[in-house]
């Protein structure tokens, strides 16, 4: 097994151990959502408000560790193995922080999600453009349409152009972190449209090579 996944797998178990942790602590409703100005508009009982992702984070490390093992293009996702390691690395950092940060909640540390999403998104983002660039074709990791799966020159062109445009995405969504109120735009605005552009690219990219 890889130092990564034996990473991520530690991660998992120290979000069910916070969990055990902090059950006694908890109130019996503990505050599960927050809306786009960051104000709590969904709960859930204790249980699942401290279990449900820790049970989230060990399905997904399960799958992230399978992907390089069941992917029928697996010796292309040997080719960017270290990129694709620190990529699910930063996935279960983030997600460990949004987890941490409904505990924190519940013991009466507000801290908005708007003031730290945007900057984990945003190096999340970044990070995803450089995992792009170095991206072979493959079934599961990078920028998939039937257009790119098809095509090694329009997996190849499509992941270029969209290396560039997921770092742009990033540093956009870091700015959120100093417009709160507004920080769910900066985030989900320049991704949509990156991925809406990408998506088109690829399509047309395709055509050009088949026509």
Known sequence: ?????????????????????????????????????????????KFWGLFLM?????????FFIAIPRIDPLKA???KFREYYDLF???????????????????LGIKISPNAFS???LGVFFFYTGIL????????????RTPWTLSSEKVWDKTHQIGS??????????????FFQP????????????????LTIYSYLEYQKEVH
Do not use: D
Request: hydrophobic share 60%.
């Open 76 to 78: 292309n996702i040997e």
């Open 182 to 197: 507004l920080a769910v735009y900066f985030v989900l605005i320049p991704i949509i449209s990156a991925v809406t552009y």
């Open 132 to 143: 792009l660039e170095n991206a072979k074709r493959n079934w599961f990791i990078g920028f």
């Open 54 to 62: 820790p049970l989230i984070f060990l399905g997904l490390a399960l």
């Open 1 to 45: 097994m890889r130092k990564a996944e034996i990473t991520i797998l530690c991660l998992v178990l120290f979000s069910f151990l916070l969990g055990v942790y902090f059950y006694p602590q908890m109130p019996e409703t503990m505050a599960s959502h927050w809306n786009a100005q960051g104000e709590v508009n969904g709960y859930m009982s």
């Open 118 to 120: 945007p900057v984990g």
């Open 164 to 177: 560039k445009l997921f770092k742009i995405s990033g540093i956009i969504a870091f700015l959120g972190v």
């Open 88 to 106: 699910i690395i930063l996935f279960f950092l983030f997600m460990l922080a949004i987890y941490l940060q409904t505990i924190l909640w519940s």
